[in-house]
């Protein structure tokens, strides 16, 4: 056998390990209700029409080469007036690199900071790719509190606690994934202190940013003083376009102490040419056109939010924080004694309730006895989703 690397080898990727079991239920002619992924796609959400028609232009009109490795120069343009208009930040279009969406953005930054055994803080519970990312180029996952009984906000003394002389950076993924918190404005401030007190550069995922129910995002990029800051976004969540693959990051960096690590970005975007051409040209009429789709989809999604988090919150054995942001939801499994942890509740759940959750460990230590729930389905399917997990609580619990 040849071996493959253990680099490799040793990713997991919590999100999708659970879908295995579910086919096979499905292939025995089991219809599952898969509320797992968080991609808006796949429901009644799609990009756009003016982001679409200029896909299919730029396609038609030839665009269809490969672009500079930084991202087309009126992309970038466009990105800082989208991103001064939302965040007050002054940057230029030297500040900012696309990219093959934000995953790509995480794969530039982490690969450009971390040596072997340097560690990067990270929320727990997170989204996985910043553990499996951070392990991939050789680097610790570090993982910090944020903390339930406070609406899932960090905790900053564990952030504090966690910093040592190999971390080189703290994430923040503000809204969240999983938890869908969306901090405060004071959190926020305090994590740039703690940051400038330690030298370290804050990397920003605001991927969710104009996705809120109550309360608006606030940027660490649109708050620093002399804190560097990444700030990463895309077309994925507020544009609808998940499978376009395509995003962006900038650098809000007012004493130019990335210079190095910008160098080292440039390099890697380099040696993978450049991001989409075509979807660059929908992205530049994303960006500076008409934002009254998102607000008829927010709509939808506060009805959907409200509806699962009533739906929820009647259920036995259970006990629910209202995410402000995003579209996930992540319950605390408070009756334990019928199963072993929260991976084998979620087999429970997909086995004999039919529905497909993801076990909240699989997001980190924070998340054990915890289970994500992606509210994108309409009513209706949430409704038959809930009908049927009630029911198994119900007989699990006897009650
Ligand atoms: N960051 C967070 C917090 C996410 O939840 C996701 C997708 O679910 C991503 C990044 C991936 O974004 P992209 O599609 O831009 O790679």
């Known amino acids: 056998m040849i071996r493959a690397s253990e680099r490799a080898m040793g990713i997991e990727y919590a999100i999708r390990d659970v879908v295995l079991p579910a086919r096979e239920l499905e292939k025995k002619g089991i219809k599952v209700i898969r509320l797992n992924i968080g991609d808006p796609g796949k429901y009644d959400f799609q990009p756009p029409k003016h982001m679409r028609d200029a896909y299919c232009k730029a396609i038609q009109e030839g665009h269809n080469y490969y672009g500079t490795s930084e991202g087309l120069p009126e992309l970038r343009e466009a990105i ?37 055994g340097d560690n990067i803080l990270v929320p727990s519970p997170s989204y996985p790719p910043y553990t499996g990312l951070v392990k991939f180029y050789g680097g610790v996952p570090n993982e910090y509190l944020t903390v339930e009984e406070n609406g899932w906000q960090p905790d900053i ?7 040592n002389e190999k971390t080189k950076a703290i994430a923040v993924i503000n809204p969240n994934n999983p938890t869908g918190a969306l901090y405060e404005k004071k959190t926020v401030r305090e994590i740039l202190d703690l940051a400038g007190e330690y030298g370290l550069p804050v990397i920003s995922d605001e991927i969710y940013d104009l996705m809120t129910y109550e309360g608006e995002h606030v940027s660490p990029g649109s708050l620093t003083k002399d804190v560097p800051v990444i700030v990463m976004n895309g077309l994925s969540k507020v544009y ?57 989809y927010m709509a939808k999604l506060k009805e959907r939010r409200d509806y699962i988090y009533k739906r929820l919150t009647e259920i036995p054995g259970i006990s629910t924080t209202k995410p402000q942001g995003a579209f996930y939801i992540f319950p605390r499994i408070d009756e334990r004694s019928k199963w072993k942890n929260d991976k084998e509740f979620v087999l429970d759940a997909l086995n004999e309730a039919h529905v497909l959750f993801v076990h909240g460990s699989g997001f980190g230590y924070a998340g054990d006895w915890h289970f994500r729930i992606v509210f994108l389905p309409p009513v209706p399917i949430l409704e038959e989703a809930m009908n049927n997990f009630e029911a198994f609580m119900r007989r699990k619990l006897g009650s």
């Open 80 to 116: 800082v007036q989208r991103e001064k208009r939302k965040n007050g930040v002054d940057i230029t279009p030297e500040d900012v690199r696309v990219t093959a969406a934000v995953t790509e953005a995480l794969q530039f930054i982490f690969g450009a900071l971390l040596n072997p």
């Open 157 to 163: 003394d564990d952030m504090r606690k966690k910093i």
């Open 240 to 296: 609808f376009a998940t499978g376009w693959r395509l995003g962006y990051f900038y650098y809000v960096d007012p004493e130019d102490k990335l210079s190095e690590v910008r160098e080292a970005i440039d390099k890697m975007a380099r040696i993978r040419i450049c991001p989409n051409t075509p979807a660059q040209f929908a992205a530049i009429a994303g960006l500076t056109g008409p934002m009254d789709y998102l607000k008829e």
